[in-house]
Protein backbone atom coordinates (compact mmCIF):
# COMPACT_ATOMS: atom_id res chain seq x y z
CA UNK A 1 0.00 0.00 0.00
CA UNK A 2 1.56 3.51 -0.87
CA UNK A 3 1.70 5.98 2.64
CA UNK A 4 -0.71 8.04 3.29
CA UNK A 5 -0.62 11.23 5.39
CA UNK A 6 -3.52 12.67 7.03
CA UNK A 7 -3.97 16.26 7.73
CA UNK A 8 -7.08 16.14 10.01
CA UNK A 9 -5.72 17.96 12.82
CA UNK A 10 -8.29 20.34 14.75
CA UNK A 11 -9.03 23.18 12.71
CA UNK A 12 -7.56 21.65 9.72
CA UNK A 13 -10.61 21.99 7.44
CA UNK A 14 -12.71 25.28 6.20
CA UNK A 15 -16.75 24.79 5.24
CA UNK A 16 -19.28 26.36 3.37
CA UNK A 17 -22.61 26.75 4.73
CA UNK A 18 -24.03 23.93 2.37
CA UNK A 19 -21.18 21.02 3.50
CA UNK A 20 -20.01 19.58 6.81
CA UNK A 21 -17.16 17.50 8.15
CA UNK A 22 -17.26 14.34 10.30
CA UNK A 23 -13.94 13.03 10.90
CA UNK A 24 -12.73 12.34 7.30
CA UNK A 25 -16.25 12.64 5.73
CA UNK A 26 -17.08 15.51 3.93
CA UNK A 27 -21.40 15.97 3.80
CA UNK A 28 -23.46 17.55 1.44
CA UNK A 29 -25.93 19.83 3.67
CA UNK A 30 -27.49 22.27 1.31
CA UNK A 31 -30.74 22.15 -1.01
CA UNK A 32 -31.63 22.49 -4.08
CA UNK A 33 -28.96 23.73 -6.66
CA UNK A 34 -26.52 25.09 -3.55
CA UNK A 35 -22.65 24.06 -3.76
CA UNK A 36 -20.79 22.49 -0.82
CA UNK A 37 -17.37 22.82 -0.17
CA UNK A 38 -14.50 21.45 1.72
CA UNK A 39 -10.95 23.27 1.37
CA UNK A 40 -8.03 21.49 3.31
CA UNK A 41 -6.41 24.24 4.94
CA UNK A 42 -2.88 23.22 4.24
CA UNK A 43 -1.80 24.18 1.08
CA UNK A 44 -0.07 21.46 -1.86
CA UNK A 45 3.50 21.00 -1.31
CA UNK A 46 6.63 19.36 -2.56
CA UNK A 47 6.14 16.74 -0.01
CA UNK A 48 2.45 16.57 0.59
CA UNK A 49 1.33 17.09 -3.25
CA UNK A 50 -1.52 14.95 -3.99
CA UNK A 51 -4.65 13.81 -1.85
CA UNK A 52 -7.71 11.28 -2.60
CA UNK A 53 -11.19 10.76 -1.19
CA UNK A 54 -13.17 7.80 -1.61
CA UNK A 55 -17.62 8.67 -2.62
CA UNK A 56 -19.38 6.65 -0.27
CA UNK A 57 -22.46 7.78 -0.91
CA UNK A 58 -23.23 9.44 -4.43
CA UNK A 59 -26.29 11.00 -3.52
CA UNK A 60 -29.03 12.18 -6.13
CA UNK A 61 -26.90 12.90 -8.71
CA UNK A 62 -23.33 12.25 -7.72
CA UNK A 63 -21.99 16.02 -9.25
CA UNK A 64 -19.49 15.71 -7.40
CA UNK A 65 -15.64 17.08 -7.90
CA UNK A 66 -12.40 17.29 -6.80
CA UNK A 67 -9.31 20.07 -7.23
CA UNK A 68 -7.39 22.80 -5.99
CA UNK A 69 -7.70 26.25 -5.95
CA UNK A 70 -6.08 29.38 -3.86
CA UNK A 71 -6.65 30.34 -0.93
CA UNK A 72 -9.57 32.45 -0.95
CA UNK A 73 -11.89 30.20 -2.95
CA UNK A 74 -14.98 30.84 -2.45
CA UNK A 75 -16.76 27.61 -0.47
CA UNK A 76 -20.16 27.74 -2.58
CA UNK A 77 -18.69 27.33 -6.31
CA UNK A 78 -17.29 23.56 -7.44
CA UNK A 79 -14.07 23.43 -8.06
CA UNK A 80 -12.81 24.90 -11.44
CA UNK A 81 -15.60 27.30 -11.97
CA UNK A 82 -13.96 30.17 -10.67
CA UNK A 83 -10.66 31.56 -11.22
CA UNK A 84 -7.56 30.37 -9.94
CA UNK A 85 -9.05 27.09 -9.76
CA UNK A 86 -9.24 23.40 -11.83
CA UNK A 87 -11.58 20.69 -10.90
CA UNK A 88 -12.22 16.85 -12.56
CA UNK A 89 -16.01 16.30 -11.93
CA UNK A 90 -17.55 13.10 -11.16
CA UNK A 91 -20.89 12.61 -12.52
CA UNK A 92 -19.66 13.84 -16.24
CA UNK A 93 -15.94 13.15 -15.89
CA UNK A 94 -15.38 16.26 -17.45
CA UNK A 95 -12.43 18.94 -16.91
CA UNK A 96 -13.55 22.24 -15.63
CA UNK A 97 -10.53 24.88 -15.39
CA UNK A 98 -11.24 28.48 -15.21
CA UNK A 99 -8.62 29.76 -17.89
CA UNK A 100 -6.58 33.14 -17.87
CA UNK A 101 -9.16 34.51 -20.15
CA UNK A 102 -11.70 34.58 -18.11
CA UNK A 103 -13.97 31.63 -18.88
CA UNK A 104 -15.06 28.53 -17.26
CA UNK A 105 -14.83 25.95 -19.29
CA UNK A 106 -15.66 22.06 -18.82
CA UNK A 107 -14.54 19.35 -21.52
CA UNK A 108 -14.41 16.30 -21.55
CA UNK A 109 -11.48 14.42 -19.83
CA UNK A 110 -12.45 11.18 -18.11
CA UNK A 111 -14.53 8.68 -17.04
CA UNK A 112 -17.04 9.39 -14.64
CA UNK A 113 -17.22 8.03 -10.90
CA UNK A 114 -19.50 6.68 -8.42
CA UNK A 115 -19.49 4.76 -5.23
CA UNK A 116 -16.64 2.92 -4.52
CA UNK A 117 -14.42 4.92 -6.60
CA UNK A 118 -11.43 6.90 -5.55
CA UNK A 119 -10.40 9.92 -6.95
CA UNK A 120 -7.04 11.94 -6.45
CA UNK A 121 -5.57 15.38 -7.43
CA UNK A 122 -2.08 16.24 -7.53
CA UNK A 123 0.17 19.34 -8.46
CA UNK A 124 3.65 18.63 -9.99
CA UNK A 125 6.04 20.72 -8.63
CA UNK A 126 9.17 18.55 -10.03
CA UNK A 127 8.71 19.13 -13.68
CA UNK A 128 9.80 23.28 -15.01
CA UNK A 129 6.58 24.29 -17.49
CA UNK A 130 7.42 28.03 -16.65
CA UNK A 131 7.92 30.49 -13.99
CA UNK A 132 4.88 31.08 -11.38
CA UNK A 133 2.79 27.73 -13.21
CA UNK A 134 2.61 24.32 -12.08
CA UNK A 135 1.19 21.11 -13.40
CA UNK A 136 -2.06 19.47 -12.00
CA UNK A 137 -2.84 15.91 -12.29
CA UNK A 138 -6.14 13.68 -11.53
CA UNK A 139 -6.26 10.19 -11.16
CA UNK A 140 -9.12 7.74 -10.87
CA UNK A 141 -8.55 4.44 -8.78
CA UNK A 142 -5.28 4.88 -8.64
CA UNK A 143 -4.35 5.40 -12.17
CA UNK A 144 -3.73 8.79 -14.05
CA UNK A 145 -6.48 10.32 -16.06
CA UNK A 146 -5.52 12.19 -19.04
CA UNK A 147 -2.43 14.21 -19.54
CA UNK A 148 -1.22 17.21 -16.96
CA UNK A 149 -2.96 20.38 -17.38
CA UNK A 150 -0.88 23.71 -17.02
CA UNK A 151 -2.17 26.69 -14.59
CA UNK A 152 -0.60 29.59 -12.93
CA UNK A 153 0.07 29.48 -9.41
CA UNK A 154 -1.49 31.51 -7.33
CA UNK A 155 0.61 33.27 -4.42
CA UNK A 156 -0.53 32.06 -1.24
CA UNK A 157 -0.35 28.04 -3.19
CA UNK A 158 -3.37 25.89 -4.18
CA UNK A 159 -5.34 23.94 -1.81
CA UNK A 160 -7.18 21.39 -1.81
CA UNK A 161 -10.95 22.08 -2.40
CA UNK A 162 -13.81 19.19 -2.56
CA UNK A 163 -17.52 20.39 -3.95
CA UNK A 164 -20.55 18.44 -4.12
CA UNK A 165 -23.72 19.60 -6.18
CA UNK A 166 -26.63 17.40 -4.64
CA UNK A 167 -28.38 16.16 -1.82
CA UNK A 168 -26.87 13.25 0.23
CA UNK A 169 -23.67 13.23 -1.42
CA UNK A 170 -21.12 11.83 0.92
CA UNK A 171 -16.89 10.94 0.26
CA UNK A 172 -14.16 10.21 2.53
CA UNK A 173 -11.14 11.79 2.69
CA UNK A 174 -8.00 8.86 2.27
CA UNK A 175 -5.55 11.16 2.77
CA UNK A 176 -2.42 13.19 1.25
CA UNK A 177 0.94 11.64 0.00
CA UNK A 178 3.62 12.99 -2.51
CA UNK A 179 3.00 11.22 -6.35
CA UNK A 180 4.73 12.14 -9.85
CA UNK A 181 2.42 12.38 -13.03
CA UNK A 182 2.04 8.82 -14.74
CA UNK A 183 2.66 6.59 -11.37
CA UNK A 184 0.05 4.14 -10.38
CA UNK A 185 -0.52 3.89 -7.03
CA UNK A 186 -2.26 1.28 -4.65
CA UNK A 187 -4.80 2.15 -1.76
CA UNK A 188 -3.10 4.32 0.61
CA UNK A 189 -2.21 3.13 3.63
CA UNK A 190 -3.47 5.73 6.98
CA UNK A 191 -2.02 2.99 9.44
CA UNK A 192 0.34 5.41 12.64
CA UNK A 193 2.78 3.96 10.34
CA UNK A 194 2.10 6.38 7.76
CA UNK A 195 2.39 8.95 10.08
CA UNK A 196 5.96 8.06 12.12
CA UNK A 197 8.73 7.60 10.39
CA UNK A 198 10.35 5.62 13.85
CA UNK A 199 9.31 5.61 17.17
CA UNK A 200 10.07 4.02 20.91
CA UNK A 201 8.43 3.74 23.91
CA UNK A 202 5.06 4.84 23.12
CA UNK A 203 1.91 3.38 21.71
CA UNK A 204 0.04 5.25 18.68
CA UNK A 205 -3.75 5.76 19.82
CA UNK A 206 -6.90 6.01 17.58
CA UNK A 207 -5.95 6.98 14.13
CA UNK A 208 -2.41 7.14 15.43
CA UNK A 209 -2.01 10.48 15.89
CA UNK A 210 -2.22 10.25 19.95
CA UNK A 211 0.61 8.66 21.64
CA UNK A 212 0.67 6.99 25.01
CA UNK A 213 4.08 6.73 26.45
CA UNK A 214 4.36 3.64 27.83
CA UNK A 215 7.98 3.06 28.88
CA UNK A 216 8.87 1.75 32.05
CA UNK A 217 10.20 5.60 33.03
CA UNK A 218 12.58 3.85 35.94
CA UNK A 219 16.04 5.95 34.01
CA UNK A 220 17.05 8.16 31.79
CA UNK A 221 16.96 6.09 29.09
CA UNK A 222 13.41 5.09 29.53
CA UNK A 223 12.70 7.88 26.78
CA UNK A 224 9.32 7.72 24.36
CA UNK A 225 9.47 8.92 21.36
CA UNK A 226 8.46 9.23 17.85
CA UNK A 227 9.60 10.84 14.87
CA UNK A 228 7.57 12.30 12.02
CA UNK A 229 7.70 10.69 8.49
CA UNK A 230 8.27 13.96 6.70
CA UNK A 231 10.05 17.15 7.20
CA UNK A 232 9.12 20.57 7.26
CA UNK A 233 9.36 23.10 4.58
CA UNK A 234 8.82 26.66 3.28
CA UNK A 235 4.91 25.39 2.97
CA UNK A 236 4.88 23.27 5.62
CA UNK A 237 6.83 24.58 8.47
CA UNK A 238 5.31 24.62 11.61
CA UNK A 239 3.54 22.05 13.65
CA UNK A 240 1.59 21.63 17.00
CA UNK A 241 0.95 18.86 20.16
CA UNK A 242 -2.00 19.18 22.82
CA UNK A 243 -0.85 17.59 26.24
CA UNK A 244 -3.92 15.31 27.09
CA UNK A 245 -2.21 14.15 30.03
CA UNK A 246 0.30 15.49 31.81
CA UNK A 247 1.25 12.19 33.28
CA UNK A 248 3.50 11.78 36.46
CA UNK A 249 6.14 14.17 35.49
CA UNK A 250 4.91 16.02 32.86
CA UNK A 251 8.33 15.30 30.91
CA UNK A 252 6.66 16.33 27.85
CA UNK A 253 9.28 17.71 25.05
CA UNK A 254 8.32 19.01 21.14
CA UNK A 255 11.71 19.89 18.58
CA UNK A 256 13.06 19.04 15.57
CA UNK A 257 16.10 16.25 14.85
CA UNK A 258 17.46 14.63 12.64
CA UNK A 259 16.45 11.42 10.58
CA UNK A 260 19.24 8.97 12.29
CA UNK A 261 18.64 10.69 15.88
CA UNK A 262 18.54 8.18 18.64
CA UNK A 263 15.10 6.82 20.17
CA UNK A 264 16.46 6.70 23.54
CA UNK A 265 16.75 10.48 23.84
CA UNK A 266 14.53 13.50 24.33
CA UNK A 267 14.43 16.38 21.72
CA UNK A 268 17.68 18.77 21.99
CA UNK A 269 19.86 16.24 24.22
CA UNK A 270 22.05 15.13 21.99
CA UNK A 271 24.02 16.47 18.30
CA UNK A 272 21.49 17.43 15.25
CA UNK A 273 18.10 17.93 17.79
CA UNK A 274 16.54 21.02 19.70
CA UNK A 275 13.72 20.89 21.83
CA UNK A 276 11.68 22.61 24.11
CA UNK A 277 10.38 20.97 27.34
CA UNK A 278 7.02 20.84 29.05
CA UNK A 279 7.92 19.94 32.58
CA UNK A 280 10.56 23.00 33.15
CA UNK A 281 10.31 25.18 30.24
CA UNK A 282 13.61 25.56 29.50
CA UNK A 283 15.06 25.00 25.66
CA UNK A 284 18.33 22.27 24.91
CA UNK A 285 19.66 22.38 21.95
CA UNK A 286 22.56 19.41 21.02
CA UNK A 287 23.37 19.24 24.99
CA UNK A 288 21.85 17.56 27.86
CA UNK A 289 21.57 20.84 29.74
CA UNK A 290 19.29 23.57 28.91
CA UNK A 291 18.65 27.13 29.48
CA UNK A 292 15.85 28.96 30.71
CA UNK A 293 13.35 29.70 27.50
CA UNK A 294 9.39 29.46 28.43
CA UNK A 295 6.76 28.91 30.67
CA UNK A 296 6.18 25.31 31.35
CA UNK A 297 2.85 23.25 29.95
CA UNK A 298 0.71 20.85 31.43
CA UNK A 299 -2.76 18.98 30.37
CA UNK A 300 -4.69 21.32 27.82
CA UNK A 301 -1.69 23.38 26.70
CA UNK A 302 -0.85 23.69 22.90
CA UNK A 303 2.87 23.29 22.37
CA UNK A 304 4.42 24.15 18.55
CA UNK A 305 7.44 23.77 16.99
CA UNK A 306 8.41 25.41 13.27
CA UNK A 307 11.24 26.80 11.27
CA UNK A 308 11.20 30.26 10.14
CA UNK A 309 12.43 30.09 6.53
CA UNK A 310 13.73 33.56 4.69
CA UNK A 311 11.59 34.68 2.03
Known amino acids: MDVAVKLHTKQRYCTGRNSEVDGDIFKFKGEGDAVGVVKILE ?8 YEYEIIDRGEKCAIGIGVGEKGYPLDRMPGWNAHS ?24 GPTSTVGDRMGCGVDFDTDVGYGYVNVFFTRNGEQVGEPIKMKRPLHGLYPIVGM ?3 GEKVCYLGHSRRL ?12 WSVWLRSNGVRFLDDGL ?3 YCGEGLEARDIGIAQANFRLDCLNHYFEMEILSAGKEGCMAIGLAKSTYPLHRHPGWDEGSAGYHADNGQLYKEVGEGKPFGPTCTEGDRMGCGILFPD
Open 181 to 192: PYTVMQPMDTSP
Open 165 to 167: YSV
Open 43 to 50: PTSPMLNY
Open 210 to 212: TLE
Open 86 to 109: IGYHADDGRLFHHDECGSAFGKPF
